[in-house]
């Protein structure tokens, strides 16, 4: 994944009710409505928030009827999860390294 697209899923998930949004889809396919109930926002919110989560690539919208669905993409936060992973990494070696510096220039003081 590039970085401007893992910026966009970073910019998504950034928000607290894009956040909430996900965790409801993470439970499967749900209707716009199904995962708008117990948010105290108006409908063109809501469709800004779901507009957000699309354009980063987190959701994906099928339309059944007059029914709209929504999918969450795993591949978009599996890339966020690697991006983040690898980050992990490369901080915790470099802290054991420095702690490792640290430790021999204490032993030789």
Not at 15 to 37: F, N, Q
Not at 62 to 80: E, F, K, N, Q, W
Not at 81 to 86: E, H, I, N, P, V
């Amino acid at each position: 994944m590039s970085y401007p697209a893992l910026n966009d899923v970073f910019a998504a998930l950034a928000d607290p009710t894009r956040r909430r949004m996900v965790e409801r889809l993470a439970r499967g396919r749900r209707s716009v409505g199904e995962v708008a109930a117990g948010f105290d926002m108006s409908q063109p919110a809501l469709s800004k928030h779901v507009k957000v989560l699309e354009r980063a690539g987190l959701v994906k919208r099928i339309v059944t009827g007059r029914t709209h669905y929504l999918d969450l993409v795993p591949v978009a936060m599996h890339s966020a999860s690697t991006w983040l992973d690898r980050q992990q990494k490369f901080w915790e070696e470099t802290l054991d390294r420095l702690d490792d510096v640290l430790t021999e220039q204490g032993e030789h003081s």
